[in-house]
């Protein structure tokens, strides 16, 4: 049955046209003119022969001859019997036949396949890389083509050679959007690398559109050309503090500084007593005008896309007091001493009122003795005269 349907469409054609025509391609860029000829049409009217069209302007055959008016601004027949689109657009894109009569009665069919392009402007690289990191995946940037029809392809190039994607060292992630008005195309690819450890300091990376159409060209971006860091191990993250040992008198300025080799330069997260510091990234930390608040454990912690947090050695920031001078050997130091000094002033004030007790005490008491005696020598001395 199916055999027998197709058959009588082939029969259907061949009544229609007479014989099968070969289609001839036609390429025309957006927006300029396109010219179909009509194959054995007489040059000057009177003609007989008549255009159809099969594109998506139409959802059936759309049929022109020279008795008829034009298609609005579309299409119009020419007086030699070639068909004219003033600006052909995507909506053209379809198949278009004409039959014609000679004057003789020689029957000539034309049949043409119409496609359209439209040239993007030149690709570019956006937010590109200026540097990379051995042995991690890395973003170098993001390959843009815009207004270009059909949609093309976006590749991209390592050192002029065709960079595949791999999954694992090359990866690419692609975008395709048609404008709602247009029909043109903007394509988006962004590649994602992961340099080899001891490979070249210095790649280059490029993209290209190509056309879909054969027989035009590619349209190239200008290179990148980022740097590659081997990372350096993040063991040796140290903290400095200034003044030395962490010690300041109230009001004073603490300085902190974390140090670390690594290339390139890590982030440096603080934390104190063992919570996080909700403060910006920064190598250096600084206390002004130190305060009972700012006493604590401080370190810093160096983080880097390649290896794990690393953590300094722990400094304690304390507050000395004006006028107090720190513990030396063979003496009591700090409060211990305050204190003695203290318990000795007391102990001295009270024995010196119980040594004027005493005295005062012993005067009361002599007092007596003394008129006593004083009257006993009065009284031997009237005797005796």
């Not at 570019?124 to 083509?145: Q, R």
């Not at 305050?338 to 001295?348: C, R, S, W």
Request: net charge positive; aromatic share 4%; with cysteine.
């Amino acid at each position: 049955m199916a055999a027998g349907a197709a058959v009588g469409a082939w029969v259907l054609v061949l009544s229609l046209w007479g014989a099968v025509v070969s289609s001839q391609n036609i390429t025309a860029r957006i927006g300029e003119p396109l010219v179909l000829n009509c194959k054995g049409a007489p040059k000057k009217p009177p003609q007989q022969l008549e255009w159809k069209l099969n594109t998506g302007r139409t959802e059936a055959w759309k049929v022109l001859s020279p008795q008829g008016g034009p298609w609005d601004s579309v299409a119009r027949v020419l007086p030699n019997g070639s068909l004219l689109l003033p600006a052909v657009g995507i909506h053209d894109e379809g198949t278009f036949r004409c039959r014609a009569m000679s004057r003789n009665g020689k029957e000539a069919k034309s049949n043409y396949r119409v496609r359209v392009y439209q040239i993007p402007g030149k690709p570019e690289i956006i937010d590109p890389a200026f540097e990379l990191v051995a042995g991690v995946p890395n973003k170098v940037g993001t390959c843009v083509s815009e207004g270009g029809y059909p949609a093309g392809t976006l590749s991209w190039h390592l050192d002029g050679k065709p960079l595949v994607p791999d999954g694992k060292g090359v990866s690419v992630k692609e975008e395709t959007r048609r404008h709602p008005e247009t029909g043109l195309f903007t394509l988006q690819s962004e590649l994602m690398v992961t340099p080899a450890r001891g490979g070249a300091p210095h790649p280059t990376f490029s993209c290209s559109f190509s056309p879909s159409f054969p027989r035009r060209r590619a349209l190239h971006t200008a290179p990148v050309q980022p740097s590659v860091w081997e990372p350096v191990p993040l063991e040796d993250v140290r903290l400095v503090v200034e003044p030395e040992g962490g010690a300041v008198t109230p009001g004073g300025t603490v300085t902190m500084t974390c140090e670390s080799p690594a290339q390139p330069p890590p982030q440096i997260h603080w934390m104190k007593d063992g919570m996080p510091l909700p403060l910006p990234p920064s190598p250096v930390l600084i206390l002004p005008e130190v305060g009972p608040q700012d006493q604590g454990i401080y370190s810093c912690v160096a983080t880097h896309p390649s290896h794990r947090p690393q953590e300094s050695p722990a400094v304690s920031i304390s507050i000395i007091e004006t006028g107090e001078a720190g513990p030396t050997a063979g003496s009591v130091g700090g409060s211990g001493l305050g204190t003695l000094a203290l318990a000795l002033g007391i102990l001295g004030g009270l024995g010196t009122v119980a040594l004027i007790i005493g005295v005062i005490m012993w005067r009361k008491r002599r007092r007596p003795g003394e008129e006593r005696s004083q009257k006993i020598r009065r009284r031997r001395r009237s005797v005796q005269s």
